[in-house]
């Protein structure tokens, strides 16, 4: 817990800096990415006001979610596979990760059913590389003109990770052509869907990510430490 109080006052700090740096005073959203520890460190960021919080694997998250319940806002931020859908809509604030109309439209059916509309980010591979995951840029537009019309779903904005690099400009670019593809989606003002979030930078790169826009950054071991 002292240490995740520690980690957590020079986020906040570094948060601050980049926001200045970047002449932004809204706001930036600090998903604490939860995932491979245990309950305990939920509750300890519950503590610490840190009530965000993201899981990427279906199951995991559903073994939290059933002691936590909604005393968070959980994000799912993996890759979902369509037969694990049925474990995180309805429970979690957002779905960081949808990448295909299948997936998508399993995630509506499933929200119809529950009665609900479910948020959700697309995932875009900017650079390319890494990642097996994710739209390519061009793909974008195209799926949410379809997406755009399931009745179970909301589409809120755009997720990226940036490739693991050291070298700052390459990553600060992958982040600017997100930022500059969600600008490009704003102007088309497609029915139904918002661009309210940019879910982009995690331990390594969120003051980059932040230089670039990003007003949702989904950290890890820099707040709870090594996995
Ligand atoms: C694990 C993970 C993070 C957090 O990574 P850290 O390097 O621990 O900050 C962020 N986003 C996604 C999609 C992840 O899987």
Not at 41 to 69: M, P, R
Request: aromatic residues 6%.
């Amino acid at each position: 817990m002292k240490h995740i109080e520690k980690n957590l006052k020079d986020i906040i700090e570094k948060i601050n800096i980049a926001k200045e740096k970047a002449g932004r005073n809204d706001e930036v959203l600090l998903v604490g990415v939860t995932k491979t520890f245990p309950v305990a460190v939920i509750e300890d960021s519950i503590s610490l006001n840190i009530l965000d919080v993201g899981e990427n694997k279906a199951q995991e998250f559903k073994e939290k979610y059933d002691i936590i319940k909604n005393r968070v806002n959980w994000h799912f931020i993996g890759h979902l596979q369509k037969n694990k859908v049925k474990y995180v809509v309805g429970k979690v604030k957002l779905i960081h990760s949808v990448d295909s109309f299948e997936l998508a439209k399993e995630i509506s059916n499933k929200a119809q059913k529950l009665d609900l509309i479910q948020d959700i980010l697309l995932e875009v591979n900017i650079s390319g590389e890494e990642s097996k995951f994710g739209l390519n840029k061009e793909a974008v537009v195209p799926l949410l003109k379809e997406i755009s019309l399931l009745p179970g779903i909301k589409v809120k904005g755009l997720m990226t990770m940036a490739p693991n690099s050291r070298d700052h400009e390459y990553v600060r670019s992958i982040f600017r052509k997100l930022r500059e593809l969600r600008d490009e989606i704003v102007i088309l003002d497609i029915a139904n869907i918002s661009m309210e979030y940019l879910s982009m930078g995690m331990s390594q790169d969120y003051e980059l990510a932040i230089l670039e826009g990003a007003n949702v950054i989904r950290v890890g071991s820099s707040l709870y430490g090594n996995r």
